[in-house]
């Protein structure tokens, strides 16, 4: 952490950029980078390719946050979440050096300095303890965005990477003036009804794996373009279904399929893919050590041991077969722990992706 300090230090002018599709970590962390850069007395503008959800609109600093790259070349950019520049969604982003900071297993040294810790709850936490490394100040404004960061990258401190430290870092920023409840209603007790319908389409679809003993190891639904334009959702809207899948008792592993508009239908908007364009992206969600980090990389996906994603292209019947196969492959190469209840395993700490 002194290395990074002393490459913050050494430079004036900063790009700050996360993935495309925002999260909160992404979003409270890539805040949380442009305040501890500002207090260190730099220049620094947070870009991202996609629109921030009006749910974080709350975050202190979010209005500032830019669409398109400034045009003059930065001393440095900083990554945030990302195992590679295609990740932000922008083409190239020039700059005399780039920084990757990520907590993915599947995070890749592709920068020309990385700091990866796939044991920390959330980047928001890498920033934390690099503004305490750097002695400065935590205001309520990074106190806040960190917060965000945290309470959604932690699954709001259920998921298994959740441990003491988080709750201590939790406290502490908000002794140091995180508005953790303001946060809470923003994020979690502020959706448009549209999402709540959507989920009722892709809980409707649920299916179950049945195995010869009975058990219902893997969980799988999908939302379509058509699903999504009758519940008058957006892409946002499918956030979080997939947690309700793994939310089943017995089930090890789960998988949402949402098509994706791709070629001549993403142009004409929500309309419907043709048969050879239509592509799926796929979250998916395991409980204890089943590694679904390593299902998604067989597909050239990645993230985290319980929470990774993928694209696939073909026909939905044929995706969910070829992912369910996989999940179903996995489940049998893994021992299952007692009532299917995530380990505690100090060996292989697991973080998880909002
Ligand atoms: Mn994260």
């Known amino acids: 952490m002194g ?45 991202l390719a996609d629109p921030v959800p009006v749910a974080y609109d709350c975050l202190p600093g979010v209005q500032s946050i830019a669409r398109a790259l400034p045009e003059a070349r930065p001393d440095a950019v900083v990554l945030l979440e990302c195992d590679s520049v295609a990740r932000t969604g922008y083409a190239a982003i020039p700059a005399g050096l780039t920084i990757n900071i990520d907590h993915h297993l599947s995070g890749r040294r592709y920068a020309d300095f990385n700091w990866i810790d796939p044991e920390a709850c959330a980047v928001g936490a ?16 990074m106190a806040s965005c960190l917060y965000a ?31 953790a409840n303001a946060i809470v209603q923003a994020v979690y007790l502020s959706h448009p009804v549209s999402r709540m319908r959507l989920l009722g389409t892709a809980l409707d679809k649920l299916r179950l794996e049945e195995t010869e003993h009975g058990e219902c190891p893997v969980a799988w639904s999908s939302i379509t373009l058509a699903e999504m334009q009758r519940a008058g959702a957006c892409v946002e809207d499918c956030e979080g279904v997939v947690n309700y899948l793994i939310a089943i008792g017995g089930v090890r592993a ?13 142009a004409a908007g929500l309309a419907a893919a043709t048969e050879q364009a239509t592509q799926f992206r796929l979250s998916l969600r395991s409980k204890g050590a089943l590694d679904v980090a390593r299902v998604a990389e067989g597909f050239g996906g990645g993230g985290h041991r319980n929470a990774s994603g993928c694209t696939l292209t073909g026909s939905l019947e044929g995706a969910t077969q070829r992912i369910v196969e996989a999940l179903r492959t996995a489940c049998l190469a893994t021992p299952a722990t007692p009532a299917g209840v995530a380990a505690a395993d100090p060996e292989q700490p697991a973080t998880l992706l909002a």
Request: proline share 3%.
């Open 3 to 47: 290395a990074l300090l002393e490459l913050l230090r050494e430079r004036q002018t900063f790009v700050i950029t996360s993935h495309a599709r925002p999260d909160g970590d992404a979003i409270g962390s890539s805040l949380g980078m442009m305040h501890l850069l500002h207090a260190m007395g730099k220049q620094a503008v947070v870009a």
């Open 126 to 141: 890498m920033v934390y303890d690099l503004a305490r490394a750097a002695e400065l100040e935590i205001t309520p404004a």
């Open 149 to 179: 960061a945290v309470l959604t990258d932690t699954g709001s401190f259920t998921y298994s990477s959740t441990n003491a430290a988080t709750f201590a870092l939790a406290s502490d920023l908000m002794e140091r003036g995180a508005d």
């Open 254 to 266: 789960a998988v949402l399929l949402r098509e994706v508009a791709v070629g001549p239908a993403a």
